[in-house]
């Protein structure tokens, strides 16, 4: 059996060399035109570069290699235990960037694959299969290449007559017959690590803009002889580099297609997917309806049947089985299975709403418990209180849990029934199966099973209409 094995591997398995990654993120990103290094801005709530250091331990790489500058601790910040750092002292481009990046691998002996960081829809299947080339074509570089509709401003695979990869021309310094070239250079290479070396040291900054192009490694290894083979990748989206934020906004919506088109393969029905948000991470239950307009961000999770949307917000939201949550705003807090939340809830931070709870039109809950089966249903305010089970909170209710200086907590019991308009004025506490009349302002502790009532008793003046307006007819005109 395990003969059987081993003859079942690939060729590639058994002779695959080492391989190190090394990813390109020190440059300034000075399109992007922000204080925040290019790499670390967001795809669907994620650095870009997270992407692409996922798509490198894909590959079960020896060593990733992370470039950055020597101000960008918050890069490193942001970098998976197993993943090295590297500095790039100066930024004198991506050549000089891969010399620092071989740096910690200066005893490496193997493939080295290099990514660049701004290149983040890169998925594990396309990296894999541009390992598999490189491995075939016993090449000394690989380079990844795509036809674009619309090649922009990126670098243009230049070819001899016979299709041979001769150099790669950056669009800067590109002739107009190259420019109109429509195969581009990706930024994916593998290089055999004792082939690229040498070829680094030999690079000049012979060009437009004054940089040390890794792109110009091409034709110095195919001057010494070596092999340079290409992968063409027909999947033009995967290619897109973020160099300013209308790349970004196109990036984000491709990797936001993605995660959506997941979830509807996981059984999760999306109304609309055009304007359905959803970060990277977040996951939903089968048979769950998420109807247009609905964003789920950060570490949100939503159960399975539920409905969500249309028009709602949910930021590092943890929702049940079975709930509902229309048009309302919902921020790190967690509803229960069976909940109902809106239309124009908003659910703030440390809430929890027990099962079965609900909470509903504009309806404002912070920093509470709401228990199994309670209802806030209109127009209220719940702010720092405990709320046990089967209790109602009727219309216009407030909390008043602010003095001005501090923050007071209110505890209510299990089925208290208070009237509309209820102020509790915090800290207070309702016992259980308490009452409190409508327009009533709590202020002191209400004992269980009590009614209480803070108002005036009504007052009727008979005959007063009809009086009014005798008065008004016999008055001397004025
Ligand atoms: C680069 C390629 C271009 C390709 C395009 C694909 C070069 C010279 N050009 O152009 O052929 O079509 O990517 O998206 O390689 N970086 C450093 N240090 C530096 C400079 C850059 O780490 O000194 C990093 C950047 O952070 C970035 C990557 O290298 O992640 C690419 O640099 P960038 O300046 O964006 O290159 P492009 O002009 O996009
Ligand atoms: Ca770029």
Excluded: W
């Excluded at 016979?162 to 429509?182: K, W």
């Excluded at 999760?268 to 309806?289: M, N």
């Amino acid at each position: 059996d395990v003969i059987l094995e081993v003859d079942q591997m690939s060729a590639t398995d058994t002779q695959r060399p080492p391989l190190a990654v090394v990813i390109l993120a020190a440059g300034l990103g000075t399109r992007m035109k922000s204080d925040v290094p290019k790499v670390l801005h967001e795809v669907c709530g994620r650095p870009m570069l997270s992407y692409v250091v996922d798509a490198a331990l894909s590959v079960s790489p020896e060593r990733v290699v992370v470039v950055t500058g020597p101000d960008q601790e918050a890069i490193a910040d942001i970098l998976p235990v197993g993943c090295e750092r590297a500095v790039q002292q100066e930024r004198r481009g991506t050549g000089d960037a891969v010399r620092a990046g071989l740096e910690p691998l200066e005893r490496f002996r193997g493939d080295v694959m290099v990514l660049y960081g701004d290149v983040p829809l890169v998925d594990a299947g396309f990296v894999a299969a541009l390992h598999r080339r490189h491995l075939e074509a016993e090449a000394a570089a690989t380079l990844t290449t795509s036809e674009l509709a619309d090649p922009e401003h990126y670098g243009r695979i230049v070819r001899d007559d016979d299709g041979g990869v001769v150099r790669i021309v950056e669009y800067r310094d590109a002739t107009p017959q190259e420019r109109a070239v429509h195969e581009i250079n990706v930024g994916l290479y593998v290089f055999r690590a004792d082939a690229l070396r040498p070829a680094l040291g030999r690079l000049t900054s012979d060009n437009d803009q004054g940089e040390l192009y890794l792109t110009d490694a091409v034709h110095l290894l195919l001057a010494d002889g070596h092999t340079v083979a290409s992968f063409r990748s027909d999947d033009e989206e995967m290619c897109r580099g973020v160099n300013s934020r209308v790349e970004l906004a196109a990036v984000n919506a491709a990797m936001r297609r993605r995660l959506v088109e997941r979830l509807m393969l996981a059984g999760v029905t999306v109304e609309d997917p055009a304007t359905t948000y959803v970060d990277y991470g977040v996951e939903v239950g089968r048979d769950t309806v998420l109807r247009a307009g609905t964003h789920l961000l950060g570490r949100t999770t939503v159960g399975a049947a539920c409905e969500v949307g249309p028009h709602s917000f949910l930021r590092d939201a943890f929702v049940g089985d079975r709930a509902r949550v229309v048009s309302s705003h919902l921020h790190e807090c967690v509803v229960g299975s069976g909940c109902s939340v809106g239309p124009f809830a908003h659910i703030r931070r440390n809430t929890v709403l027990a099962e079965g709870a609900r909470a509903g039109t504009f309806v404002e809950i912070k920093n509470s418990r709401i228990g199994e089966r309670s209802r806030v249903p209109h127009l209220s305010y719940v702010g720092d209180a405990v709320v046990g089970q089967d209790t109602n909170i009727a219309a216009g209710n407030i909390t008043a849990n602010y003095d001005g200086y501090e923050k007071h907590a209110t505890t209510i019991g299990d089925r208290v029934r208070t009237g509309s308009d209820t102020v509790i004025v915090a800290p207070v506490n309702l016992g259980d199966d308490c009452v409190t009349a409508a327009g009533s302002v709590i202020t002191r502790d209400v004992p269980p099973g009590a009614l209480a009532v803070t108002r005036e008793e009504q007052k009727n003046v008979e005959g007063y209409a009809a009086r009014r307006v005798a008065e008004r007819r016999t008055a001397p005109p004025s």
